[in-house]
């Protein structure tokens, strides 16, 4: 083909319009390719029910995006806004529910209503997570050092990481170690006695992983979800006024006007390998573009298993791609509603509404939902985070209409071993619409709309290996230096002028940005270009 | 009448009227208030400052309901306390009070309080922050029950030199011969009354205890017989003047509460805050003996200490410079022109070794006059005693005004 880039970055998700716009910024030319027609990756915000209806497609709230990337890519400039939601609930079959109110007083009240005890040790609990999350948020737009090196950049930031540790006592250094390996369902049995109190908490600890909250591991999932912020206010998420796609939206923008060009409507079918060194894409038209650097954004088995020759490849290499552990567990339901549902068990409009909304009792109740994810078939008593961002963003319905986000554990990549049909995706979509409907009867009658998307859907649709949204669990065997393996933490794929800036790169998944920024830095230091990706804020 | 209110509506508000709110509500002409936990608490009725005179110089009033409140019971009450508490809790005799603070096992202070020995065995704890969980968790091995009940007593601190006279007249008979942290019980309306010589103050003062639906009858008694003794309600802003005058410390403010520390560096030690004196090694195992023992050989990091600082300016959130200014020292943790002392005054987080008595420092403070703002390094010096003591807080029985 004609035109040879600087970059050409694949898949205009978050991550990798987060990476184009710091590629571009610094001046590079940079393509976009996607696969689909729209941009955004799953942080998109598509009519699927009528014009002036807007879901959030896949995800649907905002923390995790770092505030150094909002900033510099001047974010709000290009019109997006994340306003802060408060409080979450949890609702027990029995009737009895368990409020998070954003009022502190009103919050410990709530939890003290339950359990005395329990409501004291949350001021406990509260600090421990927020002691954790200050340690972690410091390493997000860090590149993982690799600890076998003796690169002096490898081992200062070692040293760094020792230090810092240090420095918020052994203690934390202890609560570390423990946080990474133990189960959300021991890590709450330390804090709390209440059954509904712990099971409040304990379903940030299982949200996009195949785990159970009995799985070792979990509690870190805990804290994935807590180290964001919305304006400083750490823990706390918020919607992205007009959905999700407003965050890809800003940023495309950003892109674009940094001079980034984008191709949508053709998948990538090969990254072109010659010499051992990425050169260039061939996508599915058959069009073939060349750039000195191919940054994916893709999952890395998508990259490395489905877009690249395995003759470029090493074979231990592609092994270790093989065994990353990428299992879909989730699904998503989009509704548009006819008016608010009425849950039994709340008061006439609570605040509490506008928050996450959680149908459990316990951790042993989730944890059953998570046997029938190892059976091979969709709980049947799922896990359901429940939102009505309408019910705050007055941009996404017509008034006194609404749009219910329904995020769905588990939910299998397959149905005992074979791919889901259609008729199995709406008997998914009846166990889930028939749960809310025993808590909020005439729920149904509601439903003028509905999108149900099984982990195939993800996969198909985003290009989710597996559906799994966080492009890889977030197990300690597959973070920090180890993320996505062992080797290729530093965003560099394994062939020359190749790079990844996905979810399944550190520090993770989310909608976070901080892969597609730190691959960014790593593509500007070795092209020896002016660094335009910032420098985390410290919290000190 | 209880009014905090924990059934399922309580999310209804945020916050609580005090027992006493009906009539806080008549001495509020400011119509200003305040949240204290659970409760609306008034942080000045008609003028903070005038309102500390009362303290000082006649009678002032303060709702202390929200005070965190809790009972300790049972065969083994006192050496569960021992081993809780860093002090001696058997010193602290049936119908005595003792002030102490608490550690976790590093020995950082959890939180300070009083310990009111209310009858043999019987104790009531207050404190600044919520403590049952830490409370529950030391429980094992010992015989004792433990329940939160500051929502079933209110509290009215009455506080300064005309609050025994007051008492006395109110028909408090024999009050005169309380002896300070003396408490003792009264028929009050059919209701028991507790009253102990105790305060926030530093100066003759009492805090009185009664069924909360006792409460407004309590106030109306006290309002009419301080009625020709200049008896006044006062607010949290002029408490807080109070106490810094007395040289006593605040949670949250002159220290970081161990339980809610993200940064555990930023704790304080007893030794740390000037309450070696709490800390007693002899009675045997209690929470941070192992590394109170360990500070007291190494060294502490910080001194808490008071500072007289010249010139006029109150020092609210100044650093503190090693003389020349050029080596923070420190920092100011409370501060304020003493009118009693008439001086300015401030207690100080300094970096240990520094903070001797006499040692001098400067002071960076920063003022503004009619928006105009300038910067002074005041000298200031490390004293020893509190900047108000009164021979009348100890005097027994009090002077009657």
């Known amino acids: ?540 | 009448m209880r009014t905090v209110n924990f059934s399922s509506d309580h999310y209804k508000d945020a916050v609580f009227p005090s027992p006493f709110h009906s009539r806080q509500k008549q001495h509020n002409q400011l119509k200003e208030w305040t949240r204290w936990a659970d409760y609306l608490s008034v942080p000045a009725y008609w003028c903070a400052d005038m309102e500390y005179f009362s303290g000082r110089n006649a009678c002032g009033v303060f709702d202390i309901t929200p005070m965190v409140k809790h009972l300790v019971t049972g065969p083994d009450a006192l050496p569960y306390l021992n081993r809780l508490m860093t002090r001696d809790v058997s010193k602290i005799k049936p119908g005595r009070v003792g002030y102490s603070v608490w550690c976790n096992e590093a020995g950082r202070v959890i939180d300070d309080g009083t310990i009111f020995h209310l009858r043999e065995g019987v104790y009531r704890i207050c404190s600044q922050e919520h403590q049952i969980d830490w409370f529950m968790t030391n429980m094992l091995g010992f015989d004792v029950e433990i329940t939160e009940d500051t929502h079933d007593v209110a509290g009215l601190a009455v506080q300064g030199p005309t609050s025994c006279a007051i008492l006395k007249d109110m028909g408090l008979e024999g009050i005169e011969n309380l002896t300070p942290f003396g408490l003792t019980y009264f028929d009050f309306e059919g209701t028991e009354l507790m009253v102990s010589r105790t305060g926030f103050t530093g100066d003759l003062g009492y805090e009185l205890f009664i069924d909360p639906d006792y409460a407004e009858v309590l106030w109306d008694r006290l309002f009419a017989a301080g009625e020709l003794r200049g008896i006044k309600a006062m607010g949290s802003e002029a408490l807080d003047l109070l106490r810094i005058e007395a040289g006593f410390i605040l949670a949250g403010v002159d220290f970081l509460p161990a339980m809610e520390a993200v940064r555990p560096t930023h704790t304080r030690s007893p030794f740390e805050l000037g309450l070696g004196w709490l800390v007693s090694f002899d009675k045997g195992v209690f929470n941070g003996r192992q590394a109170l023992l360990e500070e007291k050989e190494k060294g502490s990091r910080y001194n808490l200490v008071k500072l007289d600082i010249d010139g006029n300016k109150p020092a609210k959130d100044s650093f503190v410079y090693v003389k020349g200014g050029k080596k923070i020292a420190g920092t100011v943790t409370s501060a304020m022109w003493s009118p009693s002392a008439k001086a300015s005054i401030a207690l100080a987080s300094l970096e240990a070794p520094l903070g001797q008595p006499g040692e001098e420092f400067e002071v960076e403070i920063y003022y503004q006059r009619e928006l105009k703002w300038s910067r002074v390094m005041a000298p200031a010096r490390v004293v020893k005693d509190v900047f108000w003591n009164p021979p009348r807080r100890r005097q027994t029985p009090p002077a009657d005004f």
């Open chain 1, 1 to 540: 083909m004609t035109k040879k880039y600087d970059a050409i970055v694949i898949g205009a998700g978050h991550n990798g319009l987060t990476n184009g716009a710091y590629l571009a910024k610094a001046g590079l030319n940079t393509l976009m390719v996607e696969k689909n027609e729209h941009i955004g990756g799953a942080t998109t915000s598509l009519p699927r029910y009528k014009d002036d209806w807007i879901y959030s497609n896949c995800s649907y709230v905002c923390s995790l995006l770092r505030p150094e990337v909002y900033r510099s890519l001047n974010l709000a400039k290009y019109g997006l806004q994340v306003v802060p939601y408060g409080g979450a609930v949890t609702i027990a079959e029995n009737g009895d529910y368990i409020g998070s109110y954003v009022d502190p007083d009103k919050a410990r009240r709530e939890v003290a209503r339950h359990s005395h005890r329990d409501a004291d040790a949350t001021a406990r609990f509260d600090r421990d997570i927020m002691r954790q999350c200050r340690f972690i948020r410091q390493f997000l737009l860090r590149t993982p050092p690799d600890p076998t090196s003796f690169k002096p950049r490898d081992l200062l930031e070692m040293m760094y990481m020792g230090k810092e540790a240090l420095k918020l006592g052994e203690d934390l250094i202890y609560d570390t170690m423990r946080f990474y390996t133990m189960s959300i369902s021991d890590f709450l049995d330390e804090y709390f006695e209440n059954p509904l109190v712990k099971a409040s908490h304990s379903g940030s600890g299982i949200i996009g992983s195949a785990l159970g909250v009995m799985s070792p591991g979990t509690a870190y999932i805990l804290l994935h979800h807590a180290m964001g912020d919305v304006d400083g206010s750490m823990g706390a998420w918020g919607f992205a006024r007009g959905g999700m796609g407003a965050i890809s939206k800003a940023m495309y923008d950003c892109f674009t006007d940094y001079g980034g060009e984008t191709l949508t409507g053709n998948g990538v079918d090969q990254i072109i390998v010659k010499n051992g060194r990425a050169v260039g894409v061939a996508l599915e038209n058959g069009d073939e573009h060349y750039a000195d650097v191919i940054v994916s954004n893709m999952t890395l088995p998508r990259t490395f298993l489905e877009c690249m020759d395995p003759k470029d490849l090493d074979p231990g290499f592609l092994k270790k791609v093989k065994n990353f552990k990428i299992r879909g567990s989730s699904g998503k339901i989009n509704i548009a509603l006819d008016g608010v549902p009425k849950f039994t068990a709340l008061p006439e409009n609570s605040e509490l509404a506008r928050g996450d909304m959680h149908l459990i009792d316990s951790t042993e109740r989730l944890e059953r939902a998570y046997d029938d994810w190892k059976d091979g078939i969709w709980s049947q008593d799922p896990y359901i985070d429940m939102l009505i961002p309408s019910l705050t963003d007055p941009t996404m319905t017509p008034p006194g209409k609404h749009f219910m986000s329904l995020f769905v554990q588990y939910v299998p990549p397959r149905i005992k071993g074979k791919d889901w049909t259609d008729q199995q995706v709406q008997q998914f979509a009846d166990t889930v619409i028939n749960q809310i409907e025993e808590y909020a009867p005439g729920f149904k009658d509601l439903i003028l709309h509905m999108e149900v998307r099984t982990p195939r859907e993800l996969e198909n649709e985003v290009g989710l290996t597996e559906g799994n949204i966080f492009q890889g669990e977030l197990t300690l065997d597959q973070l920090l230096f180890n993320r996505p393996i062992p080797g290729y933490a530093q965003y560099r794929g394994p062939v020359k002028g190749m790079y990844m800036c996905g979810s399944s790169t550190a520090p993770g998944g989310g909608v976070m940005s901080a892969p597609g920024a730190n691959a960014a830095r790593e593509i500007l230091g070795d092209l020896n270009k002016t660094n335009t990706v910032p420098e985390g804020w410290l919290d000190d």
